[in-house]
């Protein structure tokens, strides 16, 4: 089974960093084949939404509120999954969730499978 882990949250001050890292374990890449790379957030004020992804071809997109400020990386043959987060606001506090779309090899990623981490708690206060 597929797991991901979150880590890097914490208590931060408005305008300072984190760096949010997940990793993936239980596949290898004779299994399957990392076709996306999501971060998502949930706050209490706007609900579940995505941050930012990185797709197999190393094209990134961000959210409006994370561009320019957050950055999404990966180190695939390692199962890495960073989201490196500068000056941070109070509104973004919230807990931050890893997402992998996985496919088996040799699909194009026709039919990925969606794995979700169990979230990492953000807090940004003034």
């Known amino acids: 089974q597929v797991r991901l882990v979150e880590s890097g949250g914490g208590s931060v001050q408005a305008g300072e960093s984190l760096r949010l890292t997940c990793e993936a374990s239980?596949?290898?890449?004779?299994?399957?084949?990392?076709?996306?790379g999501t971060w998502f957030r949930q706050t209490p004020g706007k609900g579940l939404e995505e941050v930012a992804a990185?797709?197999?071809?190393?094209?990134?997109t961000y959210s409006d509120f994370a561009s320019g400020r957050f950055t999404i990386s990966t180190v695939d043959h390692e199962h890495l999954l960073f989201l490196q987060m500068d000056n941070l606001r109070l509104e973004d506090s919230g807990m931050y969730f890893c997402?992998?779309?996985?496919?088996?090899?040799?699909?194009?990623?026709?039919?990925?499978?969606?794995?979700w981490g169990v979230g990492t708690q953000v807090t940004v206060s003034s």
């Open positions: 239980a596949y290898t890449k004779r299994t399957y084949f990392s076709c996306t």
């Open positions: 997402v992998k779309d996985l496919a088996p090899p040799d699909t194009d990623c026709r039919a990925p499978t969606r794995y």
């Open positions: 990185i797709y197999s071809d190393g094209r990134t």
